[in-house]
T-cell receptor, first 112, second 113 residues
Framework: GENVEQHPSTLSVQEGDSAVIKCTYS??????FPWYKQELGKGPQLIID?????GEKKDQRIAVTLNKTAKHFSLHITETQPEDSAVYFC???????????FGKGTSLLVTP | EPEVTQTPSHQVTQMGQEVILRCVPI?????FYWYRQILGQKVEFLVS????????KSEIFDDQFSVERPDGSNFTLKIRSTKLEDSAMYFC???????????FGDGTRLSIL
């Protein structure tokens, strides 16, 4: 089955800096890659997703890149703010209708 | 913005007892999911449900688990005889059609004593 690895497990950045979280996946059939943000006491909230026919997608300060050949994808957050502090999960699946296989999560701390 | 609603937020149950976790998916959504997250571990898929039947399930989803959509709004997960290792956060998710993302509820924390 699909195995998603996520790094780093914790990340601390200064406000205004950029943060990058990386994930790799094992199943070449995976073609849908969402990123979720989880705040304390809340469920995962989708922040951006990308499909395998696209190499990059951007939404304001958040971008995701995908390298299908290398089977890795990354989340980039620019101009980080304290409210970006949360746990971020990457996931992969054959399609958005199928089971999401999650990474272990990255705890991001943005310090003022 | 419509939300997936889960109740209760925290459920405490004695080992061996049955427990039912409830979810109200977003009203026009057609695909429903349960995931769980053991403390400190990754979110794990349990089961997906579409058109009144299970469409996919993981190895975790054994005979002790069942799902039901008893009416037009609720989606439930039943654990027949709970074990200590069932203690986890259980998340319900739903989505409207096949190429749209899954939206998650805030979860039910299940504690087995």
């Amino acid at each position: 089955g699909e195995n998603v690895e996520q790094h780093p497990s914790t990340l601390s950045v200064q406000e205004g800096d950029s943060a990058v979280i990386k994930c790799t996946y094992s199943d070449s059939a995976s073609n849908y890659f969402p990123w979720y943000k989880q705040e304390l006491g809340k469920g995962p909230q989708l922040i951006i997703d990308i499909r395998s026919n696209v190499g990059e997608k951007k939404d304001q300060r958040i971008a995701v890149t995908l390298n299908k050949t290398a089977k890795h994808f990354s989340l980039h957050i620019t101009e980080t703010q304290p409210e970006d502090s949360a746990v971020y999960f990457c996931a992969a699946s054959k399609d958005s209708g199928y089971a999401l296989n999650f990474g272990k999560g990255t705890s991001l701390l943005v310090t003022p | 913005e419509p939300e997936v609603t889960q109740t209760p937020s925290h459920q405490v149950t004695q080992m061996g007892q049955e427990v039912i976790l409830r979810c109200v998916p977003i009203s026009n959504h057609l695909y429903f999911y349960w995931y769980r997250q053991i403390l400190g571990q990754k979110v794990e898929f349990l089961v997906s449900f579409y058109n009144n039947e299970i469409s996919e399930k993981s190895e975790i989803f054994d005979d002790q688990f069942s799902v039901e959509r008893p009416d037009g709004s609720n989606f439930t997960l039943k654990i027949r005889s709970t074990k200590l290792e069932d203690s986890a956060m259980y998340f319900c998710a739903s989505k409207v059609i096949n190429n749209q993302p899954q939206h998650f509820g805030d979860g039910t924390r299940l504690s087995i004593l």
